[in-house]
């Protein structure tokens, strides 16, 4: 579903992503994970589109998303880290911002849409009317969830969808994350520095240093893999004491 081949990418002549090569099989939900300035968050954008890789490809459901750029993006639903609602439009207006830019709909189909895309992301449909300031931070995430589900993407691309929210509500999230997997088959990249919560959801994660790709496998095999980054960074998620 996801194919990423011998992506290459540099700012101001730095090279922050080198030769990274993995795919996303239909249904999988694949973490990825790095050091500071490993280069996860440009891997995320290349893959979205958001930016024009230096060198290779990728392709999502067999497009390219450089050369096809808007059918790649129809394909593709976006979580952002601070959910990144317009704050001007309500609950309803954000999550049919995307649809109503893909299809004319009657009024009735409208409100269908609204109402069962809230309510597999657990929200109440009486909250469509609320703006996003009215909002919790939790409830702000399963909004900008039931956004980027709304026009029915083959892809969710997660970025950091669980930053800022208290162990009770990542729980939540991750759950959700989850579920949408489950009963949708939806393929998932999910970009994290959340050791807990990529075990808890992803059925592979990547590991990025220095913008290579050092590390991919089952979250069984990266808490036994031996390079030095990943064990420090299980190691403070476990520890229960300075």
């Given at each position: 579903?996801?194919?990423?081949?011998?992506?290459?990418?540099?700012?101001?002549?730095?090279?922050?992503?080198?030769?990274?090569?993995?795919?996303?099989?239909?249904?999988?939900?694949?973490?990825?994970?790095?050091?500071?300035?490993?280069?996860?968050?440009?891997?995320?954008?290349?893959?979205?589109?958001?930016?024009?890789?230096?060198?290779?490809?990728?392709?999502?459901?067999?497009?390219?998303?450089?050369?096809d750029g808007e059918q790649a993006r129809q394909r593709m639903g976006m979580v952002f880290q601070s959910a990144a609602l317009f704050d001007f439009l309500s609950v309803a207006d954000n999550i049919l911002f995307g649809p109503r830019r893909l299809k004319r709909r009657s009024v009735t189909e409208e409100q269908t849409l609204l109402t069962d895309t809230l309510k597999a992301v657990e929200l109440d449909p009486s909250i469509s009317k609320q703006m996003p300031s009215e909002l919790s931070g939790g409830?702000?995430?399963?909004?900008?969830?039931?956004?980027a589900i709304a026009s029915q993407p083959k892809v969710l691309l997660y970025d950091e969808p669980t930053t800022g929210l208290d162990p009770i509500t990542t729980y939540a999230i991750d759950v959700l994350i989850r579920k949408m997997k489950d009963e949708t088959g939806i393929t998932s990249l999910l970009v994290s520095h959340d050791v807990n919560s990529v075990l808890r959801t992803s059925d592979r994660i990547a590991f990025l240093d220095a913008g290579k790709m050092v590390f991919l496998g089952p979250p069984a095999d990266f808490l036994k893999a031996d390079q030095p980054n990943i064990q420090e960074l299980v190691r403070k998620s476990q520890a229960q004491s300075l």
């Open positions: 579903m996801i194919e990423v081949a011998g992506l290459d990418h540099e700012y101001d002549g730095r090279r922050v992503l080198s030769g990274i090569e993995f795919s996303v099989a239909p249904g999988e939900i694949v973490a990825v994970m790095g050091s500071s300035g490993g280069g996860k968050t440009t891997l995320l954008k290349c893959i979205s589109g958001l930016i024009t890789p230096t060198k290779g490809s990728v392709k999502v459901d067999g497009m390219n998303v450089e050369k409830m702000r995430k399963r909004v900008g969830l039931a956004r």
